[in-house]
């Protein structure tokens, strides 16, 4: 079965602090990669997504993920990090079939940056 | 920029009840999901609707889990006699037609059983 992990349960930084937070899954065919973000008391948004291509994938608010395949990750960076950056962060991996895609999520890494 | 949408936002109900979470998917997209939530833990997929059928479904979707496309907008989870268990923040998210590599989610029921 897919999986996905994410070792880091929760992270606390200060302000200006360098961010990486891993990803791995368990998936042998072709894969799609999403980082989401779920701020306090908002619903789940896309951070950035990998398809294909560059393996370094750049996102939204200055977020970057890096795919490498032999080592099944998908961490996500920063190279400094804000109190706005403050959230869940949940890496998630993607089959597409036939009939759809279903989604594996990992269980969620709570980011707190502290002023 | 179009968006997934769900009502109601929160929804109390006492055990053994029917709930039904509406949701209203982005308009050109063929391909539907359930997930929730469940306080403190991950997001865990229920179950993909495409072509007015289910597609595909995890465990947690059980007989009391029930998927309806109604009419052209809404897609609806029942849930038929609720259980404390089911409390949890409940998300619909739809993808296009292109291959629905990409879901995007609605902000979520939360549905708390008493």
């Known amino acids: 079965a897919q999986s996905v992990s994410q070792h880091n349960h929760h992270v606390i930084l200060s302000e200006a602090a360098s961010l990486e937070l891993g990803c791995n899954y368990s998936?042998?065919?072709?894969?799609?990669l999403f980082w989401y973000v779920q701020y306090p008391g908002q619903h789940l948004q896309l951070l950035l997504k990998y398809f294909s291509g560059d393996p370094l994938v750049k996102g939204i608010k200055g977020f970057e993920a890096e795919f490498i395949k032999s080592k099944f990750s998908f961490n996500l960076r920063k190279p400094s990090v804000q109190w706005s950056d403050t959230a869940e962060y949940f890496c998630a991996v993607n089959a597409s079939t036939d009939t759809g895609n279903q989604f594996y999520f990992g269980t969620g890494t709570s980011l707190t940056v502290i002023p | 920029e179009p968006e997934v949408t769900q009502t109601p936002s929160h929804q109390v109900t006492q055990m053994g009840q029917e709930v039904i979470l509406r949701c209203v998917p982005i308009?050109?997209?063929?391909?539907f999901y359930w997930y929730r939530q469940i306080l403190g833990q991950k997001v865990e997929f229920l179950v993909s609707?495409?072509?007015?059928?289910?597609?595909?479904k995890s465990e947690i979707f059980d007989d009391q889990f029930s998927v309806e496309r109604p009419d052209g907008s809404n897609f609806t989870l029942k849930i038929r006699s609720t259980k404390l268990e089911d409390s949890a923040m409940y998300f619909c998210?739809?993808?296009?037609?292109?291959?629905?590599?990409?879901?995007?989610f609605g902000p979520g029921t939360r549905l708390t059983v008493l």
């Open positions: 609707f495409y072509n007015n059928e289910i597609s595909e």
């Open positions: 308009s050109n997209h063929l391909y």
């Open positions: 998936y042998g065919g072709t894969v799609n």
């Open positions: 998210a739809s993808s296009d037609t292109s291959g629905g590599l990409e879901q995007f």
